[in-house]
Every structure is written in structure tokens, then in C-alpha cells.
Nanobody, 124 residues
Framework: QVQLVESGGGLVQAGGSLRLSCAAS????????MGWFRQASGKERVFVAA????????RYADSVKGRFTISRDNAENTVYLQMNSLKPDDTAVYYC?????????????????WGQGTQVTVSS
């Protein structure tokens, strides 16, 4: 497995931006597809964005399309989530995850390594 550590969360006003980072160590980062998921208080963990190993293909949840951008730097073993035009509904703990498959609708069960999460709070 690969070890993952997220950073970059915080408190931001609605309409603002944040950039999350996820640093990987352990196994070869470029062997993995990477995903971001989020879990709001009292709710299940849901898909946000995903990117394949070469960064040639991405996926986004409908709720974040046009506002969030996932990217990766295999030389730095890091995946990013740029979040713009944030809304209070984006408030959640954000997790990055590594997996071996990239499906059309990624789900948590497809990922076998997870970070500890980083809190994002968007105030209205």
C-alpha cells in the first residue's frame, strides 16, 4: 500500500478557494490512480474527483464540475485538488485515496489506501 497525507484544509468564506494536497510515500505513486472523496458530518463518504496514473483522464462528481480541478505531479508524489467558488455544502472532511482502477463512477470500495483526511469548512 501507499501512505497518504492530506493538507491544505481550513476555514474559508463562500466563494473562496482552497487547494488541497496529498503527499504519497511507500509504493510507486505513478502506479496508482488517485481520488478525492469527502464526508460531511453524519453522512456517508462520497466521490469528489479522480485522476488516472498518467493524468490523461479525470472524473468529477456533478456537484463540483466546473469548480474543482484535480491534478497530480508524479515527480513530487503529490495529488492536488483545487477548489474554487466554494459553497457551504462543500463543508466536509476531504480524503485522498489510491487505487488500481479508475471507473466511470468511482466509489470508496475501489480504493485501498486512504489518508487521514483534512477538514474543509465553508462559511456563508
Amino acid at each position: 500500500q501507499v501512505q497518504l497525507v492530506e493538507s491544505g484544509g481550513g476555514l474559508v468564506q463562500a466563494g473562496g478557494s482552497l487547494r488541497l494536497s496529498c503527499a504519497a510515500s511507500g509504493r510507486t505513486f505513478s502506479n496508482y490512480h488517485m481520488g478525492w472523496f469527502r464526508q460531511a458530518s453524519g453522512k456517508e463518504r462520497v466521490f469528489v474527483a479522480a485522476i488516472n496514473w498518467s493524468a490523461s483522464s479525470t472524473r468529477y462528481a456533478d456537484s463540483v464540475k466546473g469548480r474543482f480541478t484535480i491534478s497530480r505531479d508524479n515527480a513530487e508524489n503529490t495529488v492536488y485538488l483545487q477548489m474554487n467558488s466554494l459553497k457551504p455544502d462543500d463543508t466536509a472532511v476531504y480524503y485522498c485515496a489510491a487505487g488500481r482502477v479508475l471507473t466511470s463512477r468511482p466509489s470508496p470500495s475501489e480504493y485501498d489506501s486512504w489518508g487521514q483526511g483534512t477538514q474543509v469548512t465553508v462559511s456563508s
